[in-house]
């Protein structure tokens, strides 16, 4: 009997969460509309595994309260990673998938060597 298997050389993954962070007192976000405070953040991280290689798209709405009670949505990798909340880059390393270890400048589309 053979205990040993191989890994698949392919395999896709997708993790979606919705976080709710209006209760954490993060600052407001810029939007053309105005300044608005956080509500939640929707991640969602779609991998695929070739070999030692994962390329990765990442999709993030931010659902934030204007001052006059509308709802923005913002899309924070539109923005330079210069110009996104530093609360962000945090939450988005950590909620990534096991394994992932994206960088603090992460991009809509990448890639990550495992």
């Not at 969460?17 to 810029?30: A, M, N, T």
């Not at 929707?42 to 931010?62: E, F, I, M």
């Not at 210069?82 to 880059?89: I, L, S, V």
Request: a neutral charge; glycine letters at 8%; aromatic letters at 8%.
């Amino acid at each position: 009997m053979n205990d040993r298997f191989d890994l698949p050389s392919e395999s896709s993954q997708r993790a979606t969460v919705s976080l709710p962070i209006g209760h954490l007192g993060y600052g407001p976000v810029i939007t053309p509309e105005g300044p608005a405070t956080p509500e939640t953040l929707r991640l969602q991280y779609d991998g695929h595994v070739t070999g030692r290689q994962l390329s990765y798209t990442l999709s993030t709405t931010l659902y934030a309260r204007l001052p006059n009670g509308e709802t923005a949505y913002v899309e924070l990798l539109d923005r330079p990673a210069g110009e996104r909340p530093a609360w962000f880059t945090t939450l988005l390393q950590r909620v990534q998938p096991y394994g992932w270890s994206l960088p603090a400048d992460a991009r809509k589309v990448g890639t990550i060597h495992l």
